[in-house]
């Protein structure tokens, strides 16, 4: 059906508001191929992977029960959607604009994109998912980041095409290259990691690793709450024999920053308040950098500014999160620190 056909089909008829958990499958037309033809893929949604919390300085804290991932219904809505161009490639996947065929639950839902992940990266966008729903629960999404309708997985082996025979590639994979990757040695000594976690480590052959992962970092990382010990997740690695197929649909969002000529500490102070604004949520992005802000494509409100921003904040499969209380405010100010960011040599991609 084509969008205009959707839209007409439509026309008087109710529509309902969309959340992260309105769905409980998506399926994407074209996403696979059996032979020579393009064939639809059909993913449940997952749980999300959450981050044990960050701290500065360690404070005992009762459970945080909203740290848990979202649950699952088999009861929501499906959507169907296609691809219709890629968008970007980064280090965790595939960014694609999509359009929607078929939405079982005729909700107002925006343009959107799916961020495909690379096979050995599914944890990790698994991972970006618990962001995306930690800023929906602390009302922050559609407003400093983009809105999120779903993470999203399917095994490899269980995808068939219209006949019931196995697909034989995903498409968007072929010109990638697929790997199990490697941790770093659990020996690594501490004295090699900087106290000043504002920069994300890079070090080769751990990028596919969760910053939290490495066991030297344990000071800084604390699942007191078995969050993260206690999701599948945790255990999951990538295999070369059956990669999983994993897809986080978002709102579509305009282009990457720029500096516009006359207007650019303007434009980078609505970013610091972009910025202060998910510090007050504890969430630390920790890969700030310009091509990771994108312009907003509308002007929702922000209730501390009180008033829209002109920017989103995206990518956060390298970020952490604190929680904020008076009981730990080294660790709330801490998160605030990212601010400082915004503007300088890193921001730039200068280092």
């Given at each position: 059906m084509q969008a205009g056909g959707r839209d007409q089909t439509l026309q008087n008829i109710p529509v309902h508001e969309v959340s992260i958990s309105t769905f409980s499958s998506l399926s994407v037309n074209g996403l696979g191929h059996s032979g020579d033809n393009a064939t639809k893929i059909t993913l449940p949604r997952s749980q999300s992977f959450p981050a044990p919390r960050f701290v500065r300085s360690y404070v005992p804290l009762p459970r945080i029960e909203s740290w848990a991932p979202l649950s699952l219904s088999n009861n929501g809505g499906h959507l169907e959607i296609e691809l219709t161009?890629?968008?970007?490639?980064?280090?965790?996947?595939?960014?694609?604009?999509?359009?929607?065929?078929?939405?079982?639950?005729?909700?107002?839902?925006?343009?959107?994109?799916?961020?495909?992940?690379?096979?050995?990266?599914?944890?990790?966008?698994?991972?970006?998912?618990?962001?995306?729903?930690?800023?929906?629960?602390?009302?922050?999404?559609?407003?400093?980041?983009?809105?999120?309708?779903?993470?999203f997985t399917v095994p490899f082996k269980d995808c068939l095409d219209i006949k019931g025979q196995p697909i034989s590639r995903v498409e968007p994979w072929e010109n990638i290259e697929l790997y199990t990757p490697k941790p770093d040695s659990d020996d690594s000594d501490e004295s090699d990691v900087e106290e000043n976690t504002d920069e994300p480590d890079n070090s080769e052959g751990t990028d596919w690793w969760l910053p939290d992962d490495r066991p030297y970092l344990d000071k800084y990382f604390k699942d007191d709450d078995g969050w993260k010990s206690g999701s599948p997740w945790n255990e999951w690695r990538a295999s070369s024999s059956d990669p999983l197929i994993s897809v986080l649909v978002l709102e579509k969002l305009g282009k990457a920053y720029y500096s516009p000529k006359g207007q650019e500490e303007e434009e980078l102070n609505d970013i610091r308040d972009v910025v202060?604004?998910?510090?007050?949520?504890?969430?630390?992005?920790?890969?700030?950098?310009?091509?990771?802000?994108?312009?907003?494509?509308?002007?929702?409100?922000?209730?501390?500014?009180?008033?829209?921003?002109?920017?989103?904040?995206?990518?956060?499969?390298?970020?952490?999160?604190?929680?904020?209380?008076?009981?730990?405010?080294?660790?709330?100010?801490?998160?605030?620190?990212q601010v400082r960011l915004i503007g300088q040599a890193y921001f730039w991609g200068w280092i």
């Open positions: 161009g890629k968008i970007s490639e980064g280090r965790v996947g595939l960014v694609y604009s999509a359009r929607v065929i078929h939405d079982t639950t005729r909700s107002d839902l925006p343009d959107l994109c799916v961020k495909l992940a690379k096979a050995e990266y599914s944890r990790t966008l698994a991972r970006e998912a618990w962001f995306y729903e930690q800023l929906a629960l602390d009302g922050c999404e559609g407003v400093i980041s983009p809105r999120c309708f779903g993470f202060h604004d998910l510090g007050s949520t504890g969430i630390m992005h920790k890969d700030l950098r310009y091509n990771n802000i994108v312009r907003a494509s509308t002007d929702a409100i922000c209730p501390h500014h009180q008033r829209p921003h002109r920017w989103r904040l995206v990518d956060f499969d390298m970020a952490a999160k604190t929680f904020v209380t008076p009981a730990a405010p080294a660790d709330a100010k801490y998160a605030m620190l």
